[in-house]
């Protein structure tokens, strides 16, 4: 089986700054690698996913590394703003799988103080 | 669209009455997951169907859990009977295929007194 570990349970960022998120996993390299987002009450949402083949993802603010020898993906969001306070989760598949068997990090709240 | 659609949004029982949830996936979509979080153990995958057929129950904790999914764009997890460390949020999912994005409901907060 696969676990994942998300730095620190809570994160507090200056607006403005860069944050920087951690997820690190044990055993098999998956073959991709996803981060969503959620806030409180309601259901993670997906941000993007990069490939093992991939070293670094980038949309709008958001920019996803992947080191299969570190087995470890950041996660930065840049020029950070209040809005971007949430709820971090990192998700993989098991081996062989899809989304179908995703694993997902218990996740970094993350706070941006303005 | 509307995306996936659950109920009731909130529900308190108390221990040892049965607890359904609903779900209704996104159109067209052909896998449909039900996920249970909490705070020590995090997001887990209940079970999962494909194509209305259930593929993967071994994330169901106990035989006191049950799932069903009688047509395309209707799903059921059940409690029966219901215990108090079932107090959970329980998320229904759905994606196109098992390449494609994942579409979280809003989930059903769940405690059992």
């Known amino acids: 089986s696969q676990k994942i570990e998300q730095n620190s349970e809570a994160l507090n960022i200056q607006e403005g700054k860069t944050a920087t998120l951690t997820c690190n996993y044990t055993n098999y390299s998956p073959a991709y690698l996803q981060w969503y987002r959620q806030d409180p009450g309601r259901g993670p949402v997906f941000l993007l996913l990069i490939r093992e083949n991939e070293k670094e993802k980038r949309k709008e603010r958001l920019k996803v590394t992947f080191d299969t020898t570190l087995k470890q993906s950041l996660f930065h969001i840049t020029a950070s703003q209040p809005a971007d306070s949430a709820t971090y989760l990192c998700?993989?598949?098991?081996?062989?799988?899809?989304?179908?068997?995703?694993?997902f990090g218990t996740g970094t709240r993350l706070t941006i103080i303005p | 669209d509307a995306g996936v659609i659950q109920s009731p949004r909130h529900e308190v029982t108390e221990m040892g009455q049965e607890v359904t949830l609903r779900c209704k996936p996104i159109s067209g979509h052909d896998y449909l997951f039900w996920y249970r979080q909490t705070m020590m153990r995090g997001l887990e995958l209940l079970i999962y169907?494909?194509?209305?057929?259930?593929?993967?129950d071994s994330g169901m904790p106990e035989d006191r859990f049950s799932a069903k999914m009688p047509n395309a764009s209707f799903s059921t997890l059940k409690i029966q009977p219901s215990e108090p460390r079932d107090s959970a949020v329980y998320f229904c999912a759905s994606s196109r295929d098992r390449r494609n994005t994942i579409y979280f409901g809003e989930g059903s907060w769940l405690t059992v007194v």
């Open positions: 998700a993989l598949p098991l081996s062989n799988f899809g989304n179908e068997k995703l694993t």
């Open positions: 169907f494909n194509n209305n057929v259930p593929i993967d």
